[in-house]
């Protein structure tokens, strides 16, 4: 039987550190914290072998509290800490945790290029649709309509979808899940962790202080129920049209396909070219 997840609290939390912790009762960011434990317990993974990166934003705070090889850096930049980890280290399970602002706005570049570059690092993007920690700002994935602090007439741009953009810039591995499909979402982190090349997972998360409320959403079972409501299988989605897509959320794995790593090339050319070498000098 699986460790329960207050057995995995007390394997993994920095109890006397770092708590009590920022996040709002009831916030989509535990869920996905529990998910990424219970993905890292069924690996059997050592704590040395895990490294944790994270940008700034709620979702940024989780490194902090687990008792891994963590890194809380600057906005945006979670991917571009956790790519020198891994060159330095390619032996180590380097994951990079953001949020939708953090992954898409700031760090909207490192994203694209890491999933061009099919970098071997896992990514798990928590997408609330909203700047949490700073006030309730609008983000990229922000829905067109939706009122923030920064949108008070309603937003007028449309929302990324994350995990399409992933599939489009190249990652070997994209997946989506949701905060009410908690074991999904633990299951896919599992399959992102040990699929060689980029591995994206987005989870649709709840603010419902800074969103839900605003947005007449409600609380955060409300926001859980309307995940339940709005989720499609991939395979689901595969029958519907747009129209009848608009405003889902399609789950499940929507890319698991076996590309060149630009991190396994550039060390096969290093070799090519040290030999090339040892050829000119006799
Ligand atoms: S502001 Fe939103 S995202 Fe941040 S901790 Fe509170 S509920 Fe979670």
């Not at 690996?43 to 940008?55: I, M, N, R, T």
């Not at 649709?129 to 983000?139: D, F, K, L, N, V």
Request: glycine share 8%.
């Amino acid at each position: 039987m699986p460790p329960s997840i207050q057995a995995l609290t007390h394997i993994y939390f920095r109890h006397n550190k770092k708590f009590p912790h920022v996040w709002c009762p009831g916030c989509g960011n535990g869920i996905v914290m529990g998910a990424l434990l219970r993905a890292i317990t069924r690996l059997e993974l050592e704590k040395d072998e895990v490294v944790l990166a994270s940008g700034i934003g709620c979702s940024g705070r989780m490194p902090t509290y687990l008792d891994f090889n963590t890194l809380h850096t600057t906005h945006g930049r979670a991917l571009t800490f956790a790519t020198g980890i891994k060159l330095a280290n390619p032996a180590l399970n380097v994951v990079a945790i953001m949020g939708d602002g953090d992954a898409t706005a700031i760090g909207g570049n490192h994203l694209i290029h890491a999933a061009r570059r099919n970098l071997n690092l896992t990514a798990i993007i928590i997408n609330n649709s909203i700047y949490g920690m700073t006030g309730g700002q609008y983000s990229p994935t922000t829905p067109f309509g939706s009122t923030t602090t920064t949108s008070v007439y309603g937003h007028i741009e449309h929302a990324f979808s994350i995990a399409e953009l992933a599939v489009t810039a190249g990652a070997s591995f994209v997946a989506r899940s949701t905060v009410y499909h908690a074991a999904l979402a633990d299951q896919l982190i599992e399959q992102a962790m040990v699929k060689p090349g980029f591995a994206v997972v987005e989870i649709i998360s709840n603010c419902h202080v800074q969103y839900g409320r605003r947005n007449q959403i409600g609380n955060a079972i409300d926001m859980l129920n309307l995940f339940k409501e709005q989720a499609v299988t991939v395979k689901k989605a595969a029958t519907m049209d747009s129209e009848e897509l608009r405003e889902k959320i399609t789950i499940g794995v929507l890319a698991d396909r076996d590309l060149p790593i630009s991190t396994n090339e550039y060390k096969r050319i290093r070799e090519q070219a040290r030999a090339d070498q040892g050829k000119k000098s006799i």
